[in-house]
């Protein structure tokens, strides 16, 4: 029985809380009661955290759509993520396209130069297929896994507690507005000591918000080391494709000619065709790094010389420490190499402002 007049007391006291916290924001929106503001600092860690979650979600959808274009395929390992089972191994585009070319070039014959062809691009396309697999596999680990982490423990973690924080703010401005409106003094006295009550909670909650909104820098640290990986295994997956197919290209360059000739065409326009990407590559190739030996040698003769030299930031730069000088790009700075410099870095002026700045952010102009 005692229990049950407990709990009946309790719900009441809730619907009254809640009650006077629905009044309190009615009365707000209409301009009939005074609302205490968050302080600045609070209010921008709110919204730096609103803007992470926003396009956390936005980054982590649209790379979901880039490893797996298919949505129904998408929509499957959701449902069997969900229920926590392995979603079934199936051939993925590549990998399908190569069976096909290889079931193709049997049938066409082994012997035949298509048949041949065939079958050696198939081969290649089901490599890609699997390397495509290694990029999904990896991205979903160290970069989409973290995104979906942050979005559904850390941010949720602090809309709870910041909800809390609304209460707690809607109990606060109640207690003041009663605390207007008391006009015996014992009702004052108990009115007075309600708010200091509620501006206790209301501060303690607002420091408990403000230490989980300052931990979002930690997060943009730690997304921005899962960012890296992502990138990493781009670069291994763009890499191990160009190699496939540059082995690929060397297998049918190395066909005879009238091993390539098909449909009455002439032998002739195939090799071209399979010769010239590699000459472009070729081509291409030398460009940097002819490009490179001129900057480093203009690099060279600035730190063997005294003199000084105009550069343009080609990126912006924020100073590690107060010997360093930060950077904005396209900006032009004055650059000069002093004794006993570390190689990557060189001296900058910009006005009466100076410090080091490293060599890799710099074009150096004539």
């Not at 049950?4 to 719900?11: A, G, I, Y």
């Not at 006291?13 to 929106?29: H, I, W």
């Not at 909104?213 to 291994?236: K, P, W, Y």
């Not at 203009?298 to 730190?303: A, M, P």
């Amino acid at each position: 029985m005692n229990i049950m007049d407990f709990n009946v007391k309790k719900l009441a006291a809730d619907a009254g809380t809640f009650l006077s916290r629905a009044v309190q924001f009615t009365e707000e929106k209409l301009g009939q009661a005074e609302k205490t503001e968050l302080d600045a600092h609070l209010e921008n860690l709110l919204s730096k955290a609103e803007c992470t979650k926003l396009w956390t979600e936005k980054i982590m959808k649209q790379t979901e759509v880039l490893l797996q274009p298919n949505p129904n395929a998408r929509i499957e390992e959701f449902v069997y993520e969900k229920l926590d089972r392995k979603a079934p191994s199936r051939m993925n585009n590549p990998e399908l396209l190569g069976q096909y070319m290889i079931d193709a070039g049997n049938e066409f014959g082994p012997g035949t130069a298509y048949g041949n062809a065939l079958i050696k691009c198939g081969e290649t396309q089901k490599r890609i297929g699997t390397a495509d697999r290694e990029l999904i596999q990896t991205s979903a680990i160290n970069f989409l896994t973290p995104l979906r982490n942050f979005i559904e423990g850390d941010y949720k973690t602090i809309t709870k507690e910041r909800k809390l924080l609304q209460n707690k703010r809607l109990d606060l401005d109640a207690a003041k507005t009663r605390l207007k409106k008391a006009k015996v003094a014992e009702a004052r006295a108990a009115s007075e000591q309600e708010v200091r009550i509620t501006q206790s909670e209301f501060d303690r909650q607002a420091e408990i918000t403000r230490l989980l909104l300052e931990g979002i820098s930690s997060t943009h640290a730690h997304h921005l080391r899962c960012l890296n990986d992502f990138v990493e295994a781009q670069m291994t997956y763009y890499a191990q494709c160009y190699q496939y197919m540059l082995d690929l290209q060397k297998q049918l360059g190395s066909f005879p000619s009238t091993f390539l000739s098909n449909n009455n065409q002439s032998s002739t326009t195939p090799v071209q065709s399979v010769a010239t990407p590699s000459v472009l590559a070729s081509a291409s190739a030398s460009l940097p790094s002819v490009s490179n030996s001129v900057v480093t040698s203009g690099i060279s003769e600035l730190k063997s010389s005294s003199g000084s030299r105009k550069a343009r930031v080609l990126y912006d730069y924020d100073a590690a420490n107060s010997s360093e000088l930060s950077l904005l790009a396209d900006e032009v700075i004055t650059v000069y190499s002093i004794p006993g410099m570390d190689s990557d870095w060189l001296m900058g002026e910009r006005g009466n402002q100076k410090g080091k700045v490293p060599i890799t952010y710099l074009e150096l102009l004539n």
